[in-house]
T-cell receptor, first 114, second 109 residues
Framework: DAMVIQNPRYQVTQFGKPVTLSCSQT?????MYWYQQKSSQAPKLLFHYYDKDFNNEADTPDNFQSRRPNTSFCFLDIRSPGLGDAAMYLC?????????????FGQGTRLTVV | DAKTTQPNSMESNEEEPVHLPCNHS???????IHWYRQLPSQGPEYVIHGLTSNVNNRMASLAIAEDRKSSTLILHRATLRDAAVYYC??????????FGGGTRVLVKP
């Protein structure tokens, strides 16, 4: 059974039109992450939540925002998508910040900007 | 975050072992060595982790050098389903999971 679920798997949006990607988890994990992965590159961390505490990476553009209304759900909002934001967006969870804690990833949402 | 260095790609024949090296010369005493892999069009998945001793699980083995400055992920019998990008990541408590370049493994039938 899927434990980290991302919807939709594929999203097409227009240049400049706000878009929201969603992630849900059934693991009751404290930490949720959003990564951006461009073609042939490694995943790049955008931000993460520890419970309700939000932590933004220093180089994450302001165009990217996130919401976590409860433990199970987390959203990635792209306010004005540009062509350069086309990528796979990955959501992940982990129980804690421990050094041995395993992260669980969703299947990703592939975003196309037209 | 301490960095890791991996070869860009490796090829293997099906049912043969694959040894994936990772260098981490700046590893700190509290860093665990984690491996994840990412199959095509999938999110990454956890493979194995270790601190000092060699580790085995159903997916792979992890051999860690005595000085901990390098490690090797061993896939004992590669199958076509093992074709993926394998990431070696150092993680300490309180730190994020940060991906480096990874090694793309091609398995030939």
């Amino acid at each position: 059974d899927a434990m980290v679920i991302q919807n939709p798997r594929y999203q097409v949006t227009q240049f400049g039109k706000p878009v929201t990607l969603s992630c849900s988890q059934t693991l009751n994990h404290n930490v949720m992450y959003w990564y951006q992965q461009k073609s042939s590159q490694a995943p790049k961390l955008l931000f993460h939540y520890y419970d309700k505490d939000f932590n933004n990476e220093a180089d994450t553009p302001d165009n990217f925002q996130s919401r976590r209304p409860n433990t199970s759900f987390c959203f990635l909002d792209i306010r004005s998508p540009g062509l350069g934001d086309a990528a796979m967006y990955l959501c992940a969870t982990s129980r804690s910040w421990g050094a041995v804690t395993e992260a669980f990833f969703g299947q990703g949402t592939r975003l196309t900007v037209v | 975050d301490a960095k890791t260095t991996q070869p860009n790609s490796m090829e293997s024949n099906e049912e043969e072992p694959v040894h994936l090296p990772c260098n981490h010369s700046t590893i700190s005493g509290t860093d665990y060595i984690h491996w994840y892999r990412q199959l095509p069009s999938q999110g990454p998945e956890y493979v194995i982790h270790g601190l000092t001793s060699n580790v085995n699980n159903r997916m792979a083995s992890l051999a860690i050098a005595e000085d901990r400055k390098s490690s090797t992920l061993i896939l004992h019998r590669a199958t076509l389903r093992d074709a993926a990008v394998y990431y070696c990541i150092l993680k300490a408590a309180g730190n994020k999971l940060t991906f480096g370049g990874g090694t793309r493994v091609l398995v030939k039938p």
